[in-house]
């Protein structure tokens, strides 16, 4: 008798009010991204100087702790320095990959994956070689998560990144 009830209450609700109650596909891409990340050694800058550099990163909730070590050797042996961040994320939203980018094959995105968009708020000011886009996207597959990247050098205000990193992905660690 109890179930009836429950169900002809949910009945009476407003449909959009059920669509914001149920959980997206979201909630199953946040679950997997919780925990410690990290990209394997890579060539990068910081300012004008060629360096290598190490990423890693904990999501833990809805916090991005990133930290970025940058060495001066190809094997990231040598340690020269490190960043830190903190960052505020949260979901809004999700799409099917439709970038023609080389790469999108190899990821399977012609099969009609998914790309989540993810906004990202730093919690203080953030060093130059930790540059973030805010209006970001992020994709799981194979267990490596790729986050967006500016391939322009400079995303315009308010666009969201349209191409995955491919070539430097976070892999558990």
């Known amino acids: 008798m109890r179930f009836v009830f429950f169900g002809a209450l949910l009945s009476l609700m407003p449909l959009r009010l059920l669509a914001v109650a149920m ?17 394997h050694c890579y060539l990068s800058t910081d300012g004008d100087t060629r360096v290598y550099r190490r990423d890693f990163l904990v ?8 930290t970025t070590k940058i060495y001066s050797d190809s094997n990231c042996k040598r340690e020269r320095t490190q960043y830190r961040a903190l960052l505020k994320y949260a979901f809004t939203g999700s799409y099917f990959y439709t970038d023609a ?3 999108r094959a190899q990821l399977g995105y ?14 203080s000011a953030l ?9 970001n996207i992020i994709s799981i597959q194979s267990g490596k998560l790729y ?11 308010g666009e969201r990144l349209t191409h995955l ?7 558990r660690h």
Request: proline content about 10%; charged content about 20%; hydrophobic content about 40%.
């Open 147 to 157: 986050f967006g990247r500016d391939y322009s050098g400079q995303p315009e205000k």
């Open 23 to 39: 959980p997206g596909p979201e909630l199953g891409v946040w679950q997997t991204m919780q925990g410690q990340w990290m990209r």
């Open 101 to 103: 980018a080389k790469g």
């Open 165 to 171: 990193d491919i070539k430097n992905p976070f892999i």
């Open 59 to 66: 999501v833990n909730f809805t916090a991005l702790k990133l």
């Open 127 to 135: 060093p130059a070689i930790l540059s973030i886009p805010s209006l």
């Open 110 to 123: 012609d099969k009609g994956k998914k790309i989540f968009a993810l906004n990202v708020m730093p919690e």
